[in-house]
């Protein structure tokens, strides 16, 4: 049996300016499955939902990280809440929505689904974490993985 290992990975003409190659590795986590997961939030403070470390291989590959979170609002007032959501890198914010609508109206909660995607370079081989973390834009009770579940790919590509 044969077995082929690299840390990266070319085209055979090489990559024109500024592409990035191939996927060195890939990591994945997700959070929650309906009620069992579900995890309530009613601050302005960040809370962690799911976190995943990896450790490229080389400090020019860079990490293209995917993410998709479940929540809705519970507040039963009239008042319209919005849901923050940011990615850490080691502690510190590197994307964020400060304002993606997560809303209750006329008696309904509305479950949304919200996504993203960020292409990062942490110029390090040594162990990367990342954390997705969510907040409400006014402290009223949000749900995170209440109806479903989140989830966050991270992924090296060669540069």
Known sequence: MSELRTNKIYPRDGLPAGASGGIIQLKFNSSGTGSGGAITINSTTFTDII????????????????????????DSSSSLDRLKMRVLRNGSSIWHVDEALVSYDN???HVQGLRGSYLDSPASTSSVTYKLQVASSHGNTLNVNN??????TLMEVSG
């Open 51 to 74: 976190e995943l470390s990896i450790t490229p291989t080389s400090a020019s590959n860079k990490i293209y990280m995917i993410f998709n979170l479940n929540a809705n609002n519970e």
């Open 107 to 109: 008696g309904n909660i």
């Open 147 to 152: 109806n479903g579940r989140s989830d966050f």
